[in-house]
């Protein structure tokens, strides 16, 4: 078994019981990090990638955000799910090419969007919006890889917060082949409930980016996988920022106080 094979299984068998936690990396340096913390998985971060690059979140191009992955999953000895946004393109046709490329990067599984950029039409049409997760499956037979598909509905997250909706979209994507199934921003605790109890025996990807939860109570709902999107990366943001605006508003350096050893952690054991 090949080395990408190798991750795909293990990654596909973290989804068959119990709950675990798939942080999110935004470089090589937090992955490897991350792996020595000992997560069984990571998770890339669109939003994280994009910062470390200067620019806002859907801002990366298809070829950037492929090269990421390569780096990220070629870094670490764990398995990589791909934050591939959209993928990169609206109609099905071009979401199957570019998971194709995708698929080839070395990362393990891939997450499909149905926002449409639309601020007065948040989500794409139901139709094309499964339309695009069958091509997204299809595509990833094709290439014989086995990667996980998940299948994310963004109205939670994009400006159209309606359960009824969100689920009858995960039901469809989950009939479409999606292998796991994610509402980002889905909190309450009924909410979760419903989407685990819609999908099942599907897997549930939750995501807790404030601390609205724990792992234990998400277990108990029934969640299968637990992601943080970019709230690592916005939180090394947010000591930078606050101490690099010391300095320039106060002339003074206190956070420099009591800092992580990071060579220490990622120093060969």
């Excluded at 916005?234 to 990071?262: H, K, N, P, Y």
Aim: charged share 20%.
């Amino acid at each position: 078994m090949g080395v990408h094979e190798d991750r795909v299984t293990q990654f596909r068998r973290l989804h068959d019981a119990g709950c675990f936690v798939m942080p999110n990396p935004w470089d090589v340096g937090s992955a490897r990090l991350l792996e020595r913390l000992g997560f069984s998985a990571l998770a890339t971060t669109s939003a994280g990638a994009a910062w470390s690059w200067g620019v806002p979140d859907a801002h990366l191009t298809r070829d950037q955000a492929l090269e990421h992955l390569r780096q990220v999953a070629g870094a670490v000895s764990v398995p990589v799910n791909a934050d591939f946004e959209g993928g990169y393109a609206v109609d099905p046709e071009g979401v199957a090419a570019n998971v194709t490329l995708a698929t080839g990067t070395g990362v393990a599984g891939l997450s499909i969007e149905d926002s449409s950029g639309d601020p007065t039409r948040p989500l794409l049409d139901l139709d094309l919006a499964v339309e695009r997760v069958a091509a997204a499956r299809q595509a990833i037979d094709a290439s014989g890889t086995g990667v996980v598909l998940t299948a994310r509905s963004e109205g939670f997250v994009c400006g159209a917060p309606d359960i009824d909706e969100t689920v009858r979209r995960l039901r469809a994507y989950a009939d479409a082949g999606a292998d796991c199934l994610y509402a980002p921003g889905v909190q309450d605790p009924a909410h979760v409930s419903a989407v685990v109890a819609a999908v099942a025996p599907k897997p549930v990807n939750l995501l807790i980016g404030s601390p609205f939860t724990t792992v234990a109570e998400a277990a108990r709902l029934g969640v299968r996988r637990i992601s943080v999107g970019g709230s690592l990366a916005r939180t090394a943001w947010d000591g930078f920022v606050a101490a690099a605006r010391e300095i320039a508003e106060q002339g003074s350096f206190s956070r420099f106080e009591g800092l992580t050893d990071v060579d220490g952690l990622l120093r060969d054991r």
